[in-house]
C-alpha cells in the first residue's frame, strides 16, 4: 500500500503540474498576440504620437496588455543604433484597432547625430553580492540635455531585498549622480521612524 500511495503521490503531482503548464499557455500567447497587435499598430500610427522623423527602427514595443474592455496598452522605448534611450518610453492606448491616447515623448533623431554607436551588453558573476548575474547595456543617458552613452548596471543584492541601478558614463567610466538605487537601511537612516518607500 505505501508504494502505491508514493506512486499515486507522483503521478497526480505530475498531471497536476501538467495541467498548471497548460493553463498558463494561453495567458502567454495572449501577451505574446498583444504585443505583435501593439507593434503593429504603433508602426501605422507612428506619426501621430512621435513624429514624423521617427523612423520604424527607432522604437520597439517593450511591453502590451490587453485589457476586458478592449483597451489595449502598448509600451514603446525609444532606440538609437540598437540601443534603447534611457526613460524614453512612450504609452500608447488603443481602442477598436485606433491610437485614442499617448503619453511620454522620443528626443528627435537629430539629437543623435555623429554619434555612433553600437548595441552591446555585458553579464558579470554574482560574486557573492548579488542574487544573479549583473547585467551591464548600453543605453543613451538623456539627462544631461545631450544624448551621450552610459552603462545601466542592475544589481540585485543578495544580503537586502534592494535593487540598484546605476548609470555610468561610457567615456569617463565616472557613475552619474542620482543613478544609484539607495538601500532600505539607507532611507531609514535619513528618515527615523518615517517612510523608507
Known sequence: MKHFSSYLWRNTSLVTLFFLLAAGLPVR??????????????????????GSDIP??????????????????????????????YNRVATLVFKNGKLSHHAGTFLPVKAFVGQPATP?????????MAHRP????LVWATDKGTPRLAWNVNVELLATP????????????????????????????????????
Do not use: C, H, M
Open 134 to 137: 549583473i547585467e551591464a547595456r
Open 29 to 50: 500567447a495572449q501577451q505574446t498576440e498583444a504585443a505583435q497587435q501593439a507593434a503593429q499598430l504603433a508602426l501605422q500610427t507612428s506619426a501621430q504620437w512621435a
Open 56 to 85: 520604424p527602427a527607432a522604437f520597439r514595443i517593450s511591453g502590451a496588455r490587453l485589457e476586458s474592455s478592449g483597451l489595449l496598452y502598448g509600451y514603446s522605448q525609444q532606440l538609437q543604433a540598437g540601443i534603447p534611450v
Open 162 to 197: 534592494d535593487w540598484l541601478n546605476i548609470r555610468i558614463d561610457a567615456t569617463t567610466g565616472k557613475s552619474e549622480p542620482g543613478s544609484a538605487g539607495t538601500t532600505s537601511a539607507e532611507r531609514r537612516e535619513k528618515n527615523p521612524g518615517g517612510d523608507t518607500s
Open 120 to 128: 552591446t551588453q555585458q553579464t558579470f558573476a554574482p560574486a557573492g
